[in-house]
């Protein structure tokens, strides 16, 4: 007698491919995969909608490319990209570049002679009492990118001192580094006037913040530093 045939049952019992009964929804990668809770899938589904977003912007620009060949000289011309010089309003308060009062200011701020390359920077640089010799790699990495920075240990020495001592020998600023726990965190930086004036006493003062400090032998494939003097790149400040 043949068994007879169970109606009925499990589908994968039956031959048949199971099929999804619960009703969730599947995720695309193209949906926001910020609501997936789980870390791993969803940076798994991040990374799809990265790639898919990037594949979708590159088949546009190539369809944009055919259909600009296929035109010739009518061709729409490209649009403008946005960025902030375009995009940025005019403001009242900004000074413009032909202000009569704006360049007699600036023509006898104290200043002056450094940004006409009148006088050129001399600069005096020492540190806390006592420093690491981490604080050395830093120091050699200042001396190749300023020119005329000299070096001076502090010893027992006093800032108003060092100012006297810095003003004596044509120096005109002095630059003081600190440091915690070996690490170099901060600069002061400060102007030193001729040694006729207020006895050679430093100002104006500034201090800057410093870390993650990187030295030079620490950057993979670095070479060395070239003569050239440094520029520093004001364009777009307002």
Same mark, same amino acid.
């Given at each position: 007698?043949?068994?007879?045939?169970?109606?009925?049952?499990?589908?994968?019992?039956?031959?048949?491919?199971?099929?999804?009964? &619960?009703?969730?929804?599947?995720?695309?990668? /193209?949906?926001?995969?910020?609501?997936?809770?789980?870390?791993?899938?969803?940076?798994?589904?991040?990374?799809?909608?990265?790639?898919?977003?990037?594949?979708?912007?590159?088949?546009?620009?190539?369809?944009?490319?055919?259909?600009?060949?296929?035109?010739?000289?009518?061709?729409?011309?490209?649009?403008?990209?946005?960025?902030?010089?375009? /995009?940025?309003?005019?403001? @009242? $308060?900004?000074?413009?570049?032909?202000?009569?009062?704006?360049? @007699?200011?600036?023509?006898?701020?104290? =200043?002056?002679?450094? #940004?006409?390359?009148?006088?050129?920077?001399?600069?005096?640089? $020492? /540190?806390?009492?006592?420093?690491?010799?981490?604080? #050395?790699?830093?120091?050699?990495?200042?001396?190749?990118?300023?020119?005329?920075?000299?070096?001076?240990?502090?010893?027992?020495?006093?800032?108003?001192?060092?100012?006297? =001592?810095?003003?004596?020998?044509?120096? &005109?600023?002095?630059?003081?580094?600190?440091?915690?726990?070996?690490?170099?965190?901060?600069?002061?930086?400060?102007?030193?006037?001729?040694?006729?004036?207020?006895?050679?006493?430093?100002?104006?003062?500034? =201090?800057?913040?410093?870390?993650?400090?990187?030295?030079? &032998?620490?950057?993979?494939?670095?070479? @060395?530093? $070239?003569?050239?003097?440094?520029?520093?790149?004001?364009?777009? =400040? /307002?």
């Amino acid at each position: 007698m043949a068994p007879t045939k169970r109606k009925g049952g499990h589908a994968s019992l039956q031959g048949k491919k199971p099929v999804n009964t &619960t009703k969730v929804k599947r995720t695309k990668a /193209t949906q926001n995969p910020g609501r997936i809770r789980n870390k791993m899938k969803r940076s798994e589904m991040y990374g799809k909608y990265l790639l898919e977003k990037k594949a979708l912007k590159r088949q546009t620009r190539i369809q944009r490319d055919k259909e600009a060949e296929a035109l010739g000289e009518d061709a729409p011309k490209r649009s403008t990209p946005r960025t902030l010089d375009n /995009t940025r309003e005019s403001e @009242a $308060t900004a000074v413009k570049p032909e202000d009569e009062e704006i360049l @007699a200011d600036e023509a006898e701020d104290e =200043f002056a002679p450094y #940004f006409s390359d009148e006088i050129r920077p001399k600069i005096l640089l $020492t /540190t806390r009492p006592c420093p690491s010799a981490e604080l #050395f790699h830093f120091i050699s990495d200042l001396m190749r990118f300023f020119p005329q920075l000299y070096y001076y240990p502090r010893k027992s020495y006093s800032v108003k001192e060092i100012c006297t =001592f810095g003003s004596n020998r044509k120096f &005109t600023h002095l630059m003081v580094l600190s440091e915690k726990s070996k690490v170099c965190n901060g600069m002061i930086i400060s102007h030193l006037r001729p040694s006729t004036a207020a006895n050679g006493l430093a100002g104006p003062t500034a =201090f800057f913040k410093v870390s993650n400090v990187i030295p030079s &032998t620490d950057v993979p494939n670095n070479g @060395a530093a $070239t003569n050239h003097v440094p520029e520093l790149n004001l364009h777009g =400040f /307002t």
